[in-house]
């Protein structure tokens, strides 16, 4: 006898018209509706009561320092000029949102490279994107042929990762179903069902976090 699974999937192709339109209606609504009834929130990543966020808080409340840096180190510190090159580049980075002054300069025992490291006003997940996409195009103006300048810590590191993976992640399996299935149309209804899987349960997030 068939499954419940099997006799909805029986209904579904036969009534397959309908199904395709009820995805759609379904779609439509949750994200036309989802936006009305999301609340506010928000992510805090810090450990409450820890002594490690009560040294952060007291660092941020007495100092205007989060205790975190965004390091700067730069090839060709002997070269002439180099020096203005990256004063330059540290007094402009120093007037972008949530970022403080720079600590002293340590260069290596050659002399061909040298580091610093600016202070962070907020902690690392409060700072604006917009701040660390402008650091890396600071830094990639103000490099040279004879001066490279490059930027690390957290706060770059997602700067620099860009969109997530979920792209490269359907492309292939757009290429695996279509050299296993040998037709677009039979590689492309797996991606749509799981598309529309997505969209909704997407919309959705909000209202649940909400609850």
Do not use: C
Not at 99 to 125: K, N, Y
Not at 176 to 181: G, K, P, R, T
């Amino acid at each position: 006898p068939p499954t419940r699974l099997g006799r909805l999937a029986d209904l579904a192709y036969r009534r397959r018209g309908r199904t395709v339109l009820a995805w759609i209606a379904v779609l439509a609504a949750t994200i036309a509706i989802a936006p009305l009834l999301a609340g506010d929130f928000n992510a805090d990543f810090g450990t409450s009561g820890s002594e490690s966020e009560e040294v952060a808080q007291l660092l941020t409340d007495r100092f205007d320092r989060s205790g975190e840096f965004v390091t700067v180190a730069w090839e060709g510190a002997d070269t002439p000029g180099a020096q203005r090159t990256v004063d330059g580049f540290i007094a402009k980075a120093e007037r972008l949102p949530g970022i403080g002054t720079a600590e002293g300069e340590r260069v290596s025992q050659d002399g061909t490279i040298a580091v610093t490291q600016l202070e962070l006003t907020r902690r690392g997940w409060d700072l604006p994107a917009e701040t660390s996409e402008e650091l890396i195009r600071l830094a990639d103006d103000a490099s040279t042929s004879s001066v490279h300048i490059a930027l690390g810590g957290p706060a770059i590191q997602g700067a620099e990762e860009g969109g997530s993976p979920e792209g490269v992640g359907l492309l292939a399996a757009a290429l695996i179903l279509l050299i296993a299935f040998g037709s677009i149309v039979a590689a492309g209804l797996p991606l749509a069902v799981a598309l529309f899987g997505l969209g909704i349960s997407a919309s959705l997030i909000g209202v649940l976090a909400a609850v």
